[in-house]
């Protein structure tokens, strides 16, 4: 995970999303789940959302389709339900990220994430906590990789292969756009060069 910068909200939000969930909210003030799910509102900026953040998840970094895209409310709708409708709740999350986060409160908020909290290890292709964090750092850190699954099978195989690819065509620009974490880190490591010749078995 890296810092990531709030997107402007788009100028058919009010109309599209705010104005009809305040007014479920006004009829229903404590929705439940299922009310919550015939007022998906929040549906209608999917591809906004998408647009705006370039298409790559807030939290894992990595670009996503639109198939595989979600709306996640970075303060759950159970916690707070005048947030359900507000853009800057939103982040752009791949659904299976979305999905291990839930209703987790506590997890570090990529809109408000300092510089160099989260390191990539290009031996294991596992996300870690800098070892310069505070002990308590340290801690939201591990938290927030474990909730969200951060280093689930998936995302380690998707990162190796992307070095794996990285390795040939030596495409920075490519993985600027879409794998924003990895490019990072390897500009961070001054390993744009190096990593080229690691060994096959890692790759």
Request: net charge positive.
């Amino acid at each position: 995970m890296i810092p990531v910068a709030r997107q402007q909200e788009p100028t058919s939000f009010e109309a599209l999303v705010r104005s009809p969930g305040r007014a479920f909210l006004a009829l229903t003030p404590n929705p439940t789940g299922r009310q919550f799910k015939q007022h998906q509102y929040w549906r209608r900026c999917l591809n906004d959302l998408w647009t705006s953040y370039s298409g790559v998840c807030s939290y894992s970094g990595i670009w996503i389709n639109r198939v595989d895209s979600s709306v996640d409310h970075f303060i759950p709708k159970s916690t707070d339900q005048q947030l359900a409708y507000e853009w800057d709740n939103y982040r752009h999350a791949h659904k299976l990220t979305n999905k291990a986060k839930a209703n987790t409160l506590g997890i570090l908020d990529p809109f408000n994430l300092a510089a160099d909290w989260f390191v990539l290890d290009f031996d294991s292709f596992f996300v870690l906590p800098n070892v310069n964090l505070t002990r308590t750092q340290e801690g939201q850190v591990r938290f927030t990789i474990r909730v969200l699954d951060l280093n689930s099978t998936g995302l380690v195989d998707l990162r190796r292969a992307v070095i794996k690819q990285y390795s040939v065509n030596s495409d920075l620009a490519f993985l600027d756009r879409r794998y924003p974490f990895v490019a990072y880190e390897l500009r961070r490591q001054g390993r744009t060069e190096s990593i080229k010749g690691a060994p096959s078995q890692l790759l």
